[in-house]
Structure formats: C-alpha cells, structure tokens
C-alpha cells in the first residue's frame, strides 16, 4: 500500500532561519511527485511536480529535489508569508482498471515563520 | 490561475438533512476528483471521475454520492446528513495529459452537521 510520510509534523523558524521539510514515500512506480501549500480553510495550493531522481525544481524561497526513496522542500530565507501548511503527495502508475490516479497524500508539515 | 469554483463554502446543518456540495470548473478538465480533509490528517480520495457519465468511489469509503452529467460540474450529495460527515470536503479536477497531472483545487467546502 502506498505511503507517504512527512516530516516534522510541524516546524516553528525566525525569518531568515533555512531549513529543510522531507516527504518520504513507497510505492511499486511513481509517477510523479507532487508539493502543495495549503492556508488555512482554503484548498492545496500548486507548488511543484518531481518525476525522476535526481530533478530539482525552485520556485522564489523554495527549492524542492527527489530522490528514489523521499523529496526534500528547501526554504532558503522564508518569510512570515512563507507560513502555511506543506502537502506532499505521491501518483503511482496504474494498470488499466486498477483504480483511481488520484494522488495519495502526506499529513503535511506545518510551518510558522516568525518575524 | 486555476478556475475551480466550490458552494458552499461553509455549511452548518442538522441531521438527517440531505445536502448537496457544488463543484464547477471552467478548464475543460475531464478529471474530477473530491477528497475530504479532518484537521491535521491527510487529504482522503473519496470519489473521482474521468468524464461524463462516468464515477468512482475512491480510496476512503463514504456514504455521498456524486454524478457527472457535464464536463465543468460534479457536484457531491449526502442523501442523510451525520455528525460523523462534519469534515472539510475538497473538490479538484486536473487534464490527462502525460507530465501535466496536476491537481487544481476547490477552496473546499466546510461541513458541521449537528
């Protein structure tokens, strides 16, 4: 059964502080690799898709890598709008009629940037 | 910018009522998918959908139904509304296009049955 594995659960930094979120994860073939954000009673927010070991993708403060076992999302100098909740989650290749291609998601690291 | 529309966006109700959760898009997507979300868990894939007239139940059971009759729409239905269904309820939809499977979500529906 796939799973999917975030860590820390929540992380409290000083603006400025950089460090490092990992999302690890088994399934039989992965398809992709997916970051998301999430505010508070709003919906996941897009970040990046990962697809072999070895990609990096950066987008402002974030940079997010994969390997073959787990995905780190780096935050180089957040700021307090970094704040929010970060969703990892995983698509597995199917068989035709093995179910659905949604993603299967992590819990999420919780982030807070003080100023 | 995705264009995923969710109503509402908070629901407080009593049970035994039957709802009805909207969920629109304007992306022409053919994938459609909710998911229901409880504080501090992971999202749960509860149905999907891959074009009109075609639906599935996802990983998670649940007591809703949904439909599919135009591409843009998937709304959500629970025939008898249950304290055990307060939870956050997430739409998404997305393209089949092999690289480009990402989802685009809802702004989610916030469910308190009482």
């Known amino acids: 059964e796939d799973q999917v594995t975030q860590s820390p659960e929540a992380l409290r930094l000083q603006e400025g502080e950089s460090s490092s979120l990992n999302c690890s994860y088994t399934v039989s073939g992965l398809r992709g690799l997916f970051w998301y954000r999430q505010d508070p009673g709003k919906g996941p927010e897009f970040l990046f898709t990962?697809?072999?070991a070895g990609e990096e993708k950066e987008k402002e403060r974030l940079k997010a890598t994969l390997t073959k076992k787990e995905s780190f999302l780096h935050i180089t100098a957040p700021k307090p709008e970094d704040s929010a909740t970060y969703l990892c989650?995983?698509?597995?290749?199917?068989?035709?009629?093995?179910?659905?291609?949604?993603?299967?998601f992590g819990k999420g690291t919780h982030l807070i940037i003080q100023p | 910018e995705a264009d995923i529309y969710q109503t509402p966006r908070y629901l407080v109700i009593g049970t035994g009522k039957k709802i009805t959760l909207e969920c629109s898009q304007t992306m022409g997507h053919d994938k459609m998918y909710w998911y229901q979300q409880d504080p501090g868990m992971e999202l749960h894939l509860i149905h999907y959908s891959y074009g009109v007239n075609s639906t599935e139940k996802g990983d998670l059971s649940s007591e809703s139904t949904v439909s599919r009759i135009r591409t843009e729409h998937f709304p959500l239905t629970l025939e008898s509304a249950r304290p055990s269904h307060t939870s956050q309820y997430l739409c998404?939809?997305?393209?089949?296009?092999?690289?480009?499977?990402?989802?685009?979500f809802g702004s989610g529906t916030q469910l308190s049955v009482l």
């Open positions: 990962l697809y072999s």
């Open positions: 998404a939809s997305s393209l089949t296009l092999p690289g480009n499977e990402k989802l685009f």
């Open positions: 989650a995983v698509q597995e290749f199917k068989m035709a009629g093995g179910g659905a291609d949604g993603l299967t």
